[in-house]
């Protein structure tokens, strides 16, 4: 091999080590496809690895290393892995290169081919010529990292040289602290104490790693290893955990360290003890139950702090547990588990029967830990030790309640330890679980706590929610109470649901229903679904008739039934009974709130499940639409019918649209096909449809005409545009000229004085605008039909007419501006210029907001096209053209118009849009502020507030205009309702938290005297935000 190539190395190294990586990776190349001999790229070294100047030495076998790691595993044969690893242990001893020679051996390391008698050599080579304390860390991680690989991959080799290695390892780790090194130790220790005969080296391998506890090391910000404290603690507690010979070095040492005053000292002892209890084995640990016991035990019978309680508890589980091993429902008579459990059950029960003991709980937590352990300990507690408990209750029938409270809460603590033990229903539990221990006294148990609950007064809430817990616990055992006991649980809670006027008592129960319907849904179904409705209003039963009228507001009943619509089987049915009640409802027409409520809680449970994800509404689709579409249209043929009252009323037809809506775009695009037909046939094309019950479809179909001129048809228009704004784009529009619908509906939506219509036809031709038009169509559609509005919007006609084609023409212009076609600033031109009319221009401002303001239709959630820029293309237009229109006005009306459409504006634009062109309209902004109008004042202050942080030297400037102004809306409560007065004590509340404190310093005086008189607004939120913010200002320095 050319010495050239290396002399380039050698100078590179200093230069440009990627160049000398480069090479290296050549010369690497160059040996794989054999081009050079192994041999001779060592002989070309030859001098350089000998020289006398250290430098050259380091960079030589840095070049050694480079190309050893860089080669592929199989290249080298036994014989070159040998000849390697002796020469490059023999320069060990060259203590200013061992980070290179240790790299090349680490690269030998992970060869296929190494030898047996070259890891020897390469092991006992680091043992003996290594002082790690000579060393930096990156120099020792190499070395640690060799050994990592050798007992990771050549185990067997070096369990050959057992005590050599024992010995060289713990004496090259001794007083090694930085921690990344420290994981590689860690992991290394556990390894050779795992598989290594550590007989005779136990107690140094256990002080080895032991010398480390605790982990007190905190990394730094910078660490670039991203070693954490509890990396550290992890893996030495697995080494400290990793052999049952430890124990008698490991209990007493760890129970030392119990005593520390440091509560992380305490945690991690604890779990330490925990990892050597679950792994020493049973055989091991009952040598030392007694010793761990007597010293865990005060933390809990004394209450320790934070989480330690709760993990002295875990450890005594886990102790039952592992000493529990072949003893399945008994403990064998004077066996360690035995002498356990009689010696914590003497000791534990005396405080668990004086109920007056401050401590008699925590003794009881102590003794459902150790029963939680096996079936062996949780039968034997329960035995010795609930019968005292129900003795003491029932003798004393005189104690307080407090007392009682006492017993109930150690009673629960042994049900949910049983419940741990033997499983919860719907939890996993094991085929092998023998009869629940407690089941010898769950008739007292149920007795108890349904006397408990029962025969408290209702003023004793905390109690009765502790009767509460207790029920629903016993309840959700598994394998535990019968389907009549059950019942029972679920009549409790629902008289509590139903009757109880104490807020809290009835949530705790609502949600305890919840859980047993969970594992039980028959008990919803078969019990409380019955009981809650039966206390709905019964249309058929006249209020004279009743001897009661309903405990609860059915707006709670039905709120609480949504609630336990859990499963879809739950809701399937309840939404058959509310249909039902509906219809009863209906059929009366007279009570329009109720019909309304009603199917708000459908709407509110399909709203839950669309949020969580967890439920295929494909079937509440195909049954629910096509009966509440059926409803609505039977209503609306038979006008002079009571049912006519209600599923015709603009309140019930809003919410019928809006569940219409959810499950059209909730299913999919095959699904939405022939529901997309259906309803056309209702609709357009006036056919029999099966959206409608059968009897009434050929009537429907004849008298019924929703989209024609002059029909008279409250409510149906919505229902059709909710449905249409559900189908999803890849959706086949069914009637095929979508343009000459979308023309023929505008004459029809001019027409329509009702407003909800009105808006509903709107609606839908800017939804078939935006989803259905094709390009071309949609051209046609601007200059014929569009082109049509802007003239009736200029012309002659009356201000009303003028007014619902302007408003019409907004919603076509809209969809455009949705989709991103430039010739929907045709119609913003148009809507801007009209500002300037003084007769028009307060329709023409409002108008500004609609063109781009959020609807719950028109939304990407129905699909409808959306430009990722759109909202800020128009805001970019409009503005310059707005500050403009006001700066070349003349009249102050026509100013009022620019500001007002200004403000419509920006209330439906982010902050992001806003801030950067705010210095060109916000003294317009300001001067908003004088106006009258609520609605313009509320969008300009919340304007304000939302960008005060992002331009505070822009509002500095102008906070002469902003403090009195926003001040002056605070106290005038005959022009400021409630909304805008709050929204500008929110704002004064903003100013010193973005605004620098010598700015603000001026105003405070003011502000606070103004505030005092608002303290005395009548409204409470005026005077709560008042309080806050005059606390803010009183804050301030000065």
Known sequence: MERLVIDKYMVSLDTSPAEADKIAKNITNDIESDKTRLIDFIESLGRYLTDDDTGIRVKALSCVAAVLSNLSAGKLNSRQIAMLSEFLSDRLEDEECLNESGSGLLALSKMQHISKSAIKTITEALFAKVDMKKHNQATRYVVYQIIDGLVNHHIAVLKGMNDSTLNGFTRLIAGEKDPRNLLVVFSILKVIIENFQIEKSKESLFDAGFCYFPITFRPPPDDPYGVTSEDLKLKLRECIAASPLFAEYSFPSLIEKLTSSSINVKRDSLLTVIACIENYGGVTVEKHWE???NSVKFEVLHEGEEDIPDLVCKLLKTLTATISIRMVRKAAEDSGLDKFLKTATNECYPQITNLESRQAKHAAQLLAAIAEGSFAAHDTIAETTLPGIFRLVDLTSAATIAQQKTALEMLILFIESSGSLYGWKGGATSEKSPENGLLMHKDTLFELFCRAFVSTPNEEVSFRLLALQGLVKLSLLQEFLDASELGMVAQCLDDVVLTDTNESLCTSALSSLKELGRVNPDIILNTVFPAFLSQLPDPDIPASATSQSPRKHYRIILSSLADLCINKAIYEILTVRL??????????????????????T???????????????LRFFF????????????????DRDQPQSKIMSHSSVVAVTAKIVNLLVRSVSAEDQSEFAKQICNLYITNEASSLIQESERARI???????????RAEGLVEIFTAAVAGLRLETAFPYSDVLSLASNLIPVALDRYNIPDRLALARLIALLVNKWLSKDDEQRFIDSAAEELKTQVTGSNSMVERASSLELLAWVGKSLIFKGNRRAFETVDLVLQLLGDKSFGRCASKTCGILIADDEIVDKSNFVIVRLLAKQQYFSYCIPKIVDGFNSSTDSESKRNHLVGLSNILQHMPGKIVIPHLSTFLPLLLQSLSLSDSHVKLATIDTITATLSDATDLMSEHLSTIVPRVLESTVDKASNPAT??????NCLAVLPKSLPGEVMQ?????????LAVVLDDPRRAVRKAAVDCRQIYFAMDG
Do not use: C, H
């Not at 249909?579 to 199917?599: C, M, P």
């Not at 179909?701 to 029909?711: Q, R, Y």
């Not at 001026?1002 to 103004?1010: A, F, H, L």
């Open 291 to 293: 010793e761990i016991y």
């Open 579 to 600: 249909l039902n009640k509906l219809a009863l409802v209906a059929r009366e027409g007279q009570d329009v709130v109720f019909a309304q409520s009603i199917l708000t």
């Open 602 to 616: 459908i709407l509110l449970v399909i709203q839950r499940k669309l949020t969580e994800k967890d439920w295929d």
């Open 622 to 637: 195909m049954n629910l639409t096509p009966k509440l579409i059926s409803m609505t249209f039977t209503a609306s043929v």
């Open 701 to 711: 179909a004849s008298a019924t005409k929703p989209l024609e001129k002059g029909f």
């Open 980 to 985: 805008v007065r709050v929204a500008a004590l």
């Open 1002 to 1010: 001026p105003y405070r005086g003011e502000i606070i005297r103004t």
